[in-house]
């Protein structure tokens, strides 16, 4: 979607997680070719949602979450944790971490960032300038 506008309208789900996941993780994440026995980190949130850590795992299965959707990546690998071998968690790829493993950080350039700044300054004024003429 590179240089092109979209709508994204997340619907409201009860008890899951609405997420959004940064581009240049996600083509990094799609790139590395996962298997089984690679070791692996994941971020687990904190259950009061403040904070969390990573879990050492390893990858235990890779196998398509749905027969209907046999390339798709969602859910496609099957993590065993260090600190709890008894339980196996699915995972995508983006949620995989591997510490040697490269990416791009994002950025966006200055010329760019110095024209999203005029523009957030000029609506700033115009907010400023209709509130002060409300009152």
């Avoid at 994440?29 to 009061?48: F, G, I, L, Q, T």
């Avoid at 990416?103 to 209709?130: A, G």
Wanted: include cysteine.
């Amino acid at each position: 979607m590179h240089g092109k506008s979209f709508k994204l309208t997340l619907p409201e789900l009860i008890n899951f997680t609405d997420f959004v996941i940064e581009k240049t993780w996600y083509d990094t994440a799609m790139k590395r070719n996962w298997s089984s026995r690679d070791k692996c980190m994941v971020w687990w949130r904190n259950e009061d949602g403040k904070g969390g850590s990573w879990w050492d795992g390893r990858i235990i299965q890779v196998q398509a979450k749905s027969d209907d959707f046999p390339n798709s990546p969602w859910e496609r690998y099957r993590v065993q944790y260090k600190t709890d071998p008894s339980e196996n968690h699915l995972h995508s790829p983006w949620e995989l971490y591997d510490p040697e493993m490269l990416w791009e950080h994002p950025h966006i350039d200055h010329e760019i960032r110095d024209k999203l700044l005029s523009y957030f300054t000029k609506l700033d004024r115009r907010v400023s300038r209709y509130e002060v003429s409300l009152t």
